[in-house]
């Protein structure tokens, strides 16, 4: 079992829809958990952190379920610029800050 | 400030050769991570270096090597080159004690044929 799980997706979606990713991971001692943005043939892009008590940052938010091992990104009223590769990343404690990554959802917005 | 750089961006080179890749971390930053991301997958941990030496190695085999500069640049060799070796190199960098502040350059397409 991969230790960060993503939905395959795609998600082909239209604009101004509501979408959300789901992750789930195996390790308890997960520590530190993001959402990273991929745009095609670019580096990943801290997209931002996830915590416990969930987080906004406009029209994205994160949540954060630990007893589930569950990692939620909602994005609202969806741009076309969204449309990218979306990673959940974790960071386990003890790690030194190495990052672990889903495979990643492709998100395509459509006009 | 200058962020992460790679170098090269792209690469082509045949199978049982020989590679190093660049990586010049951001200002400030001390500890310089690598992944190697195949088609269609996350990125993968290779190894990090602080402070010129490997503190943290992923799954990767001895062909895999690299080192670390006293400027904290780093380089990231691979000996014996497999066609699976194809793939877009990462080079993440950080300031050692925050764990969660990393920064990618913007990779190396290597290609083996």
């Known amino acids: 079992r991969k230790e960060v799980e993503q939905d395959p997706g795609p998600f082909n979606v239209p604009e101004g829809a509501t979408v959300a990713f789901n992750c789930t991971y195996s390790?308890?001692?997960?520590?530190?958990f993001f959402w990273y943005r991929q745009d095609c043939r670019k580096e990943p892009k801290l997209l931002m952190s996830v915590y416990s008590s969930g987080n906004e940052d406009g029209r994205f938010t994160a949540q954060l379920n630990r007893a589930s091992q569950y990692i939620s990104l909602l994005i609202r009223d969806s741009k076309l610029s969204d449309s990218a590769t979306y990673l959940c990343?974790?960071?386990?404690?003890?790690?030194?800050?190495?990052?672990?990554f889903g495979k990643g959802t492709k998100l395509s917005v459509k006009p | 400030d200058a962020g992460v750089t790679q170098s090269p961006t792209h690469l082509i080179k045949t199978r049982g050769q020989q590679v190093t890749l660049r990586c010049s971390p951001k200002?400030?930053?001390?500890?310089v991570s690598w992944y190697q991301q195949a088609l269609g997958q996350g990125p993968q941990f290779i190894f990090q270096y602080y402070e010129e030496e490997e503190r943290q190695r992923g799954n990767f085999p001895d062909r895999f090597s690299g080192h670390q500069f006293p400027n904290y640049s780093s380089e990231l060799n691979v000996n014996a080159l497999l066609l699976g070796d194809s793939a877009l190199y990462l080079c993440?960098?950080?300031?050692?004690?925050?764990?969660?502040?990393?920064?990618f350059g913007q990779g190396t397409r290597l290609t083996v044929v």
């Open positions: 993440a960098s950080r300031r050692q004690g925050l764990e969660t502040e990393a920064f």
């Open positions: 200002s400030g930053h001390d500890t």
């Open positions: 390790n308890s001692a997960s520590q530190s």
């Open positions: 990343v974790v960071n386990k404690r003890g790690s030194q800050g190495n990052l672990i």
